[in-house]
């Protein structure tokens, strides 16, 4: 999730700490530590911890499209959230879902939020699924979830304003209206599937959770959003 435009924060507050919002983050950090820590330190571990291999929890865990067509692993689509294939994969979304997440759950209630974030990344994985030229490679991350996070925010709050930094030639901070720059970073992945730069990333994924977002945030919403 990490682009041209880099948010630091929004100009939002929230009524009430985001604790599901932590949570998520904290799995995902824990998650992270026990799959890829042994590959970035060169130190002894005890036995079952040294013989994991990322690899093989990514095949074991991550949402490989074909055995979701043919209704095998299902638990796939979920698991698959939880993981990341290096530490800027991570580092963009924890800070995304930082940013945008706790007014999310602060108007949704931590029950519909839960709902919604996983409503979201099913529906990412599912987009990709239709989408994908290699169905056999299996997809990780939380970048669906939190697309669909991103889009309820535009809907939401479009005039809250976002710190952000931007990178142009030289490196500046502004305050962006959250419709502008959820908007540019939606427009981003039309243009990196056109421009066939995918590197691995499943940008149908992130197109397919956006809309989720969208759809779902006026349903599912607890109360009217407070604008700042």
């Known amino acids: 999730m990490v682009g041209p435009l880099l948010p630091l924060r929004d ?65 796939t689509l979920f698991t698959s959230m939880f993981l990341h294939g290096g530490i800027i994969h991570l580092a963009g979304n924890m800070l995304y879902l930082s940013i945008f997440g706790d007014n999310i759950e602060d108007t949704f209630g931590r029950v519909r939020y839960v709902l919604f974030y996983f409503l979201c990344g099913t529906a990412a994985s599912l987009t990709h699924m239709l989408t994908t030229v290699d169905p056999s490679i299996p997809t990780i991350g939380a970048s669906g979830a939190i697309s669909g996070v991103l889009g309820a925010y535009l809907i939401l709050y479009p005039r809250a304003r976002i710190l952000t930094v931007v990178f142009y030639v030289w490196i500046s901070f502004v305050r962006i209206p959250a419709i502008f720059f959820l908007g540019f970073w939606f427009i981003l992945q039309w243009l990196y599937i056109l421009l066939d730069t995918g590197g691995g990333i499943a940008y149908w994924a992130h197109i397919g959770g956006f809309v989720a977002g ?3 945030a006026p349903i599912l919403r607890r109360r009217k959003p407070r604008y700042s």
């Open 11 to 75: 100009e939002n507050p929230t009524s009430s700490p985001p604790h599901i919002t932590r949570l998520i983050i904290i799995v995902n950090v824990i998650v992270f530590i026990f799959v890829w820590l042994p590959s970035y330190l060169p130190i002894n571990f005890p036995p079952f911890w040294a013989s994991i291999s990322p690899e093989e929890v990514v095949r074991k865990y991550g949402m490989i499209p074909e055995n979701i067509m043919n209704g095998e692993r299902l638990y």
């Open 214 to 216: 969208m759809v779902l």
